[in-house]
C-alpha cells in the first residue's frame, strides 16, 4: 500500500468574516503556495457542509476554479461536520490508490450571511427526519446527552464550562480564532441558555473560514518538506441517525468504533497520543470524546477536566488551537482545521502553544456523532 | 495498483415514486442481495445532489443505516447530477486504495414531492452564482448552447428531436424507465417550448430513483461473480463554473478532457467503444458528447443521429437503457443507473436490448458540463 503524508497545511482567519467562500479558499492556500506549486496537484476534494448557505453546490469545481486548477478532478465529499476531515480522508484515499501522488483536501463554509434560525435549519437536515418533525434540534440533541451523562455519571453544569475555559484560554494563543477572550466559569454558568442545561458559552459559535491540507506519496513528499508527517491511520465509521435508537446515548459508539480502527492502523495506543483536536461543538462532545477515544474511563471523562489534565502541559494537550468553541467552527472547513492544527503541533510552528508532541489524533463528526473520522498523524 | 472490478448492480424502478430515499435504496439493493453478503461491504459512498429535496444531508449515514452496514464507513460525495458516478470512482478508489477489498456505490434522489420551480431551484445551485442572479436557469444554458451549435454547424431541431425518438425507442424494452411510450419527430416538435429551441420532450423529466454498485479488488472479485467487469479507467475532469468563461460553449470540455485521461488509463481508442451511456439531461447534450468522447468529428455529432447510427445496431449504441431522457434522470442516481445499464450489457443480462457488447463507456456530468466523469468498463 502507499503511504500517505501530510506535507502542507493552511488556514483562513475564522471567525465573522466578509469574504465569501472564494476568498476565503484562498486565503487558506495563500498560506502554502510557496510550499506547492499549484500545477503538482492532481486532484481537489472538497468539505463542504451545505448548499443553502451560498446557493451552490458545485463546490469542488469552484475550488478548482479558484485556484487555478481547471480541469483537474475535483469534487464535493460531506457529512455535514465531518465534511473537512472526509476531504482529508478522501485525499489520503486517492494517495493510497495510486492515481494522484498530490492530492488537496479543502474545507470551506460561510455562515455568518445567514441568520441563527436559518443556520439551525440546515443544520437539522443532519438528523433523523423524525426527530426534526418533532422540533428537536442538534442543540437540543447535545442538551439530552448532558443532562443524561450529569444524571448517570455526577458531572456538574461546571465541568463543562471547564471546558469552554480551557479552550478559550489555548486560543488566546491562536492568532486566527474566531475568539481570543479569556471566559471564566462563572461567565459560562451565567450565559443565557441554548438548550438547558448547556448555555451559550457550552456552544461553538457560528464562524467563516476555509482549510486546506496537501497529501503527498512517499515517492514525492520530500520534494515539498524535509518533514514529511506520516498519516498513519485515516478511519471512518457511523451510527445511527436518532440518538433515539442508540443503547446510551452518552456513549458516542461511532467515535469508539473510529478510533479502535484507528489505533488498530496506527499500531499506537491512546495513551501515546500527545495531542488532539477532538470535535467540542458542544462542552459536553469533548467530554465524550476523551472517553470513547480512551483518554480516560467511560463515565470519568469529566475529572480529566475537572483536574485540568486536557490544557496544554497536562497529561493530554486537547484543542490546542482552542477547540470549535474558540478557534470557531465553519462546519465545512473544522474537520481540516484540526489537521492544520496537528500540522502546526507536529512541526513545531505553532508558536506560543507549541506542545512539542511528535504524535497527534483528530476526530471530527457530523450529525450527533452519527459519521465520525479519526486521523492520527506523526512527525 | 490494485485492480477493481464491477461485481453486481442494482436499480430501483425509475419514475414518479411514491417511496422515499430509504425505500428506494432498499429496492435497488435488492437486485443485488442474493449475490453479495452485505456482511462484507466495507465502506459506501452515496451520491446525491440535493439537500432540500427530503431535508436531508447525511445520506451516507442514511444509507449504511437502511442497509444494515452501520458502524461502516459512509459518507456523501457530490457534484449536482455527477454525483452518482462520483460515488462509483469513489469507491474504485476506495478499492484500488487497498483500505478496502468491497465497497459498495449508492445513488439516490426523491425529487417529484417537491415542485418544478423548487427543483429548478435546487439545480441552479450547480451554477455560478452571477448565472443565478441573471435569472439563466440550467435549461437556458443548454438552450443557448443548442442555439450557437444549431448555428455554428447548421444542425436542426429536428436532429435534437431524433435523440429523444432514438432514447424512447430504446426505453420501450427497458422495464425500469420512467417512460415506455414510442414518440415522434413531430410530437418532439411539436411539444411545448421549456428554453427554446429547447422542447418538454427535449429534456430529461424529473424522477425518483436510487442505483447501487459494488466494486471488488481482484482478490475477492471471483467470490461473486465468474463474469467481474474489469474497470479499466475511472477519470474526473471539471471545467469553468460559468458556461460565459468557455471559448467555445458548444465544446464541453470537461467531457473531452476525461475521456482522454480515461482511454489512456483503459488503452483503448473511441472506435472501439461498443455501448455508451451518455448524459442526455438535453438531446443536445448528447449530441456534444458524440463529439467530446471521439465518436465523430468536432461539429459533426448530429450527422450521427441524424444517420440512425446510434441505435442499438448500429455504429455504437449510446444509451440503450434510453439514457436520462426516458429511462428518467433521478439527479445523485443517474450516474450509477448508467454503470447499471453497462452491467446488464456487458453480462448479456439486458434481454431484448442486448447489444453483446464487451467493451463500454458512461459519461455524466454536473453543472453544464462543469463536473464530468468517465468510466470505461470491459468483461
Redo the contacts between chains.
Keep these: ?2 503511504l500517505a503524508y501530510l506535507v502542507a497545511a493552511g488556514m483562513s482567519k475564522i471567525g465573522k468574516r466578509e469574504e465569501g467562500s472564494r476568498e476565503l479558499i484562498n486565503e487558506a492556500f495563500a498560506e502554502i503556495e510557496p510550499l506547492i506549486d499549484p500545477k503538482e496537484i492532481e ?1 481537489v476534494y472538497v468539505g463542504v ?4 448557505y ?5 463546490y ?3 475550488a ?2 479558484v485556484l487555478g ?12 461536520a ?1 465534511a473537512g476531515a ?1 476531504a482529508f480522508h ?1 485525499a ?3 494517495v ?4 494522484v501522488d498530490v492530492a488537496l483536501a479543502v474545507g470551506v463554509e460561510k455562515m455568518s450571511a445567514k441568520s441563527t434560525e436559518e443556520v439551525t435549519d ?1 443544520l ?4 433523523d ?1 423524525v426527530d ?1 418533525l418533532s422540533g428537536v434540534t442538534i442543540p437540543a440533541h447535545y442538551a439530552m446527552i448532558a443532562r443524561r451523562y450529569m444524571y448517570q455519571y455526577g458531572a456538574t453544569e461546571e465541568d463543562m464550562c471547564k471546558v469552554a475555559v480551557k479552550n478559550h484560554k489555548h486560543a488566546l494563543d491562536n492568532p486566527k480564532a474566531h475568539f481570543r477572550k479569556q471566559i471564566t466559569v462563572e461567565e459560562c454558568l451565567n450565559s443565557r441558555p441554548i438548550a438547558t442545561p448547556l448555555k451559550l458559552l457550552d456552544s461553538a459559535p457560528i464562524s467563516d473560514g476555509a482549510a486546506v491540507a496537501v497529501v503527498a506519496s512517499e515517492r514525492v513528499a520530500r520534494k515539498y518538506t524535509d518533514t514529511p508527517i506520516k498519516i498513519l491511520a485515516s ?7 436518532s440518538v433515539s435508537q442508540r443503547e446510551d446515548m452518552t456513549w458516542p ?2 467515535v469508539w ?1 473510529a478510533a479502535q480502527r484507528a489505533y488498530r492502523q496506527a499500531k499506537v495506543e491512546p495513551s501515546h497520543i500527545q495531542v488532539a483536536e477532538v470535535h467540542d461543538a458542544f462542552t459536553i462532545n469533548e467530554i465524550l470524546m476523551y472517553e470513547a477515544l480512551g483518554f480516560s474511563k467511560r463515565g470519568s471523562g469529566y475529572m480529566l477536566i475537572r483536574e485540568g489534565q486536557t490544557y496544554i502541559g497536562g497529561k493530554i494537550a486537547v484543542n490546542p488551537s482552542g477547540g470549535l468553541k474558540a478557534r470557531g467552527h465553519p462546519i465545512g472547513a473544522t474537520g481540516l482545521a484540526q489537521i492544520y492544527e496537528l500540522y502546526l503541533q507536529l512541526t513545531g510552528r505553532a508558536g506560543s502553544r507549541n506542545t512539542g508532541a511528535e504524535l497527534g489524533l483528530a476526530v471530527n463528526e ?2 450527533v456523532n ?2 465520525v473520522v479519526v486521523h492520527i498523524l506523526k512527525v
Excluded: F, W
Design positions: 500500500m502507499v486532484a457542509q451545505s448548499e443553502t451560498e446557493h451552490q453546490i458545485m469542488g469545481t469552484l478548482a476554479e486548477l481547471l480541469p483537474k478532478e475535483a469534487y464535493r465529499v460531506e457529512a455535514c465531518a472526509l478522501n489520503v484515499m486517492a493510497k490508490s495510486g492515481l440546515a437539522m437536515a443532519a438528523s427526519l426534526q478511519t471512518v465509521a457511523t451510527d445511527t441517525l459508539y461511532a468504533e457530523g450529525g452519527s459519521a
